[in-house]
């Protein structure tokens, strides 16, 4: 994919991004071409191929600007805890259903924990300082595992939510996931 910035480009990028969106939510992900999505977002092929080299790319355009949100968010707090992290998870896909039913609807939910896994370990040494008590840093093999098992909790949770049609606030699917930790940690 192109890294170039320009306004223009940017603009093109959006659009591209905005029309893949809107059509996911017509068809699936598999049945859309470069045409369709380049005539959606009136714009032309090369335009596309000026700035990505493949449907997917766009989806990992729109991941990356997902991610810039929540660092950017995780960032203002001096502390994180478990609730500020999970409740900004959930917001973050909440203000992005329509993005994320396409996914659902299209088989694609595993495009998305791939990209967060491979996010994951970035946002952690951005945000460590953040995180008191942080369990087994200890050595890299063993926060690798720890990070793993979180992310597999939360994402078979926001999974959940996004196939039941995300009718839960942010709020409520928070308390959920608190509700658990503090199960866990209130009865090992």
Sequence with gaps: MNR????IALQSKRWIMESLIELMNKKTFQEITISE?????DLGRRTFYRNFTSKEDVLEFYFQNLIQELIDYLSIYENLTPKICL???FTLCNDNKTFLTGLNRSKMLGFLLDQWNSSLPTIHEMMIDKIPNFPNQYNEVALAYTLAFNTGGVWNVVSKWISSDMEQTPEEMTTIVMDLIKFNYENS
Excluded: F, G, M
């Design 4 to 7: 170039t910035e320009s306004p």
């Design 37 to 41: 999505l380049t005539a959606h977002a």
């Design 87 to 89: 409740h900004q998870i």
